[in-house]
């Protein structure tokens, strides 16, 4: 059985998701039954959690953003080309 020190070392120096299955369920078990760290280790866990799930999603928004990066570029071009043509006229 690991120590309350052991989970937090390895949950601090480690990454959660890239350890090998055994010790991801004997860390698991142990935040699920420990009464002094699991609380906090819990969060820790739930976090790295959180953001696996974000990297997994950012492909995919990364995705759509350009098509809207470059909308908005053309939509700035087009408004700088009508605000100096119209500048321009003004002289
Ligand atoms: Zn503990």
């Known amino acids: 059985m690991l120590t309350c020190k052991?989970?937090?070392?390895?949950?601090?120096?480690e990454e959660y998701e890239k350890m090998p299955p055994m010790r991801r369920f004997f860390l698991r078990l142990?935040?699920?039954l420990?009464?002094?760290?699991?609380k906090f280790n819990r969060q820790?866990?739930?976090s790295q959690e959180m953001c696996r799930c974000y990297r997994e999603h950012e492909e995919e928004l990364a995705a759509h953003r350009p098509k809207l990066e470059d909308e908005?570029?053309?939509e700035l071009?087009?408004?700088?080309?009508s605000q100096s043509a119209s500048s321009k006229s003004g002289e």
């Open 30 to 32: 142990h935040v699920k």
């Open 72 to 74: 908005r570029k053309d």
């Open 34 to 38: 420990c009464f002094v760290c699991g």
């Open 77 to 81: 071009k087009a408004l700088l080309a």
């Open 6 to 13: 052991q989970v937090s070392n390895a949950l601090s120096r």
């Open 44 to 46: 820790v866990m739930e």
